[in-house]
Each structure stands twice: as structure tokens, then as C-alpha cells.
């Protein structure tokens, strides 16, 4: 099962990051940007269904930095699922109101959010290694 989380979980980041820098390289929000951030919402949301299957059957870590970057992996990784689902959501309303202005900012939100993404992904993948 760790195999199939870490494939989903690289996936979130490999659409995720196309989306975004995809957007941010042209400068305005297209259909395929918006289809790229749902995929790696579903990506992400999958993985991270693996993962907490994989935390049930584990007992917790002991103490020290496996357990505190773990604790900072899983409430970040919230916050970043909400926000994720957020982005997806204003993509899509930016894209029906159809306005240029809002399509050529859009950006600015999506590198925020892509950030953000990227602190529960490297806080998980350190501290499976020092686990």
C-alpha cells in the first residue's frame, strides 16, 4: 500500500505543479489549468485516503522528529486540502465569469496555494526517512 501512496501522492504533485506553472508560464487561466488542479485534488485526496489506511494499522512514532514532522505533515496537509479544494472551485468561477482581469491574476493565488502544498509533501517524505 506505501507503493500506491507515494504513486498517488507524486502524481497530486506532478498535475499540481503542471497546473499551476502551466498557468503562471502563459499568464492567464485556460480550461486545461483548471482540469490539471482537479486532477491533482483527486490525486491528492486519494493518496492521502492510502496513507491514513497505512497510519491505522501502525502504532504512533516515538517521540522526536519523525513524530513532530509527522504532526506537521498531517495539519498542513489539511489545511492544504481545503485549500486545494478552494482553488479548484474559484478556478472554476473565475472561468465561467469569463473576465480577462480576474484570468491574468488568477496566478498569483495558485503559486500560494502550490507552496503551501509542498510543505505537508516534503514534511511526509522526511519523516517516513527518519522514521
Do not use: K, N
Request: aromatic share 12%.
Amino acid at each position: 500500500m506505501l507503493v500506491s501512496a507515494i504513486v498517488l501522492i507524486t502524481a497530486a504533485l506532478v498535475f499540481y505543479t503542471l497546473g499551476v506553472w502551466a498557468e503562471r508560464r502563459v499568464g492567464v487561466l485556460r480550461w486545461w489549468h483548471v482540469g490539471a488542479f482537479g486532477a491533482g485534488l483527486a490525486f491528492d485526496i486519494a493518496g492521502t485516503a492510502v496513507m491514513a489506511r497505512i497510519a491505522a494499522t501502525q502504532p504512533p512514532p516515538p517521540p522526536g522528529l519523525g513524530a513532530v514532522l509527522q504532526t506537521i505533515m498531517s495539519t498542513t496537509g489539511l489545511i492544504a486540502l481545503i485549500l486545494m479544494a478552494a482553488h479548484l472551485l474559484w478556478a472554476v468561477f473565475v472561468m465561467v465569469r469569463a473576465r480577462p482581469a480576474e484570468r491574468a491574476r488568477f496566478h498569483r493565488y495558485s503559486v500560494a496555494v502550490w507552496a503551501i502544498w509542498l510543505v505537508p509533501y516534503f514534511s511526509g517524505m522526511t519523516a517516513s526517512m527518519v522514521a
